[in-house]
Every structure is written in C-alpha cells, then in structure tokens.
C-alpha cells in the first residue's frame, strides 16, 4: 500500500529535550513538508523540501530542523530551542510543488 | 496574512442539508484546494480548482473560484453524518499552501 507514515503516534518528552519525529512515504514523491498545527488553529508550514538534500525555512522554523537524505524519508528534530513544542505534527509530500498533498497520520508530541 | 481565512468558524446542519464554507484570501495563487480532517487525524485531500477554472464537481462536492474577489466556496450536497469534521481551504503560491483555521462541520443524524 503506498502512503505517508508519521511514528510515533504520541510522544512524550521533557523540557530541554531534543526529539525527533518520524516521516516516512512510499508514494515516489519528492516534495515533503512538516506542518505544526495548535488546538482549534489551521496548519502553519515549518519546513519542505522539493528535492533530496535540499530544503526550505516555512513561516515557523525556529528551534526546528531537518535533513532530507533519502527521498522517502524527512525527519524533523524539535530543539529544546522551540519555546511552545506541544503540539501535533503532521507530515505531508507531494507530486510536485503544485499538486494535491497526502498527509500522514500525525504525532502528537507533550512536552512537559 | 497570506492564509486562507474560512468562514463561517462552525456549521451545524441536519442530515440531508446542504452545507456551504467560504475562503478568503489575499494573495494571488497557482490553485486552491480543499482539505477534511477528522478529529485528532491528517488532513485529506478533497479538490483542487486552479486559478484559471471557475467551478469544479467531484462527488457531491462543488467548489467555485472568484479570482477578482480571491474567494472561494465549498458546497457539500444532501450531507450525511460521516461529512462531520473540520474543512480546511488551502490557497497554493510560491511552492507553499496557506491553510486557514477551518470550518468545523456538524452534521446531526
């Protein structure tokens, strides 16, 4: 089956703590995107990538990172940088930079 | 903001009912599509109109583009309980999508 997978599906860690999370698509895409979504809130874009080793700053990278090493794979790490890290995280890819995007389950990451 | 903005914020409506959102934005875009989530999921795609389309159908869904008035609609035909969950426009420019806060969508049975 092809898809997007997101793991863990919930993840708890400690303030100063670095985390990383999972992102994982067998869809032959090569655009990825990392999005981090508040309670009631809509979608605000934190990085993507449209090609392998190479990506881009979203509207809300600060205390984020990642790394695009494999086409199928784009990990984001929260940095014990990030003020506000609770939240839930979804990863999306796409054919291109134009077309539909398909999104994975999300994790939904505690920080406390 | 460059976000899509939905209007209204909540929709409550009997099975069978039709159900309208509208989206706002202020940029120009390449397309704008349209996108489910059920509570505590990932996003689905649903439509995606492009900038030079007017008016698109898929199912018992009808989405319009007004690029004079940067707006769009989302009409959902005879909906059904399953239609409950939050909707989401997403206008599409510079290689990124600008996802407003949702309409979120009851359906009563």
């Known amino acids: 089956d092809g898809g997007i997978t997101q793991s863990p599906k919930y993840l708890f860690r400690k303030e100063g703590q670095n985390v990383t999370l999972s992102c994982e698509q067998n869809?032959?895409?090569?655009?990825m995107y990392w999005y981090r979504q508040d309670p009631g809130q809509g979608l605000r874009l934190i990085y993507y990538?449209?090609?392998?080793?190479?990506?881009q700053k979203g509207d809300i990278a600060e205390g984020y990172s990642v790394s695009r090493e494999k086409k199928e794979s784009f990990p984001l790490t929260v940095t014990s940088a990030q003020k506000n890290p609770t939240a839930f995280y979804l990863c999306?890819?796409?054919?291109?930079?134009?077309?539909?995007?398909?999104f994975g389950p999300g994790t939904r990451l505690t920080v406390t | 903001s460059q976000q899509g903005e939905e209007d209204p914020q909540a929709l409550s409506i009997q099975e069978g009912e039709n159900a309208t959102m509208n989206c706002s934005y202020k940029?120009?875009?390449?397309?704008l599509q349209w996108y489910r989530q059920n509570s505590g999921r990932g996003l689905v795609h649903l439509i995606l109109?492009?900038?030079?389309?007017r008016e698109k159908h898929s199912g018992r869904l009808r989405v319009t583009l007004d690029t004079s008035k940067k707006s769009s609609s989302l009409l959902i035909t005879a909906s059904r309980a399953a239609d409950t969950a939050s909707y989401f426009c997403?206008?599409?420019?510079?290689?990124?999508?600008?996802f407003g806060s949702g309409t979120k969508l009851n359906v009563k049975p």
């Open positions: 999306a890819s796409s054919s291109g930079p134009f077309g539909e995007q398909y």
């Open positions: 869809l032959n895409h090569d655009a």
């Open positions: 990538s449209q090609i392998v080793n190479d990506f």
């Open positions: 940029t120009s875009i390449n397309n």
């Open positions: 109109i492009r900038s030079n389309e």
């Open positions: 997403a206008p599409h420019n510079f290689n990124k999508f600008y």
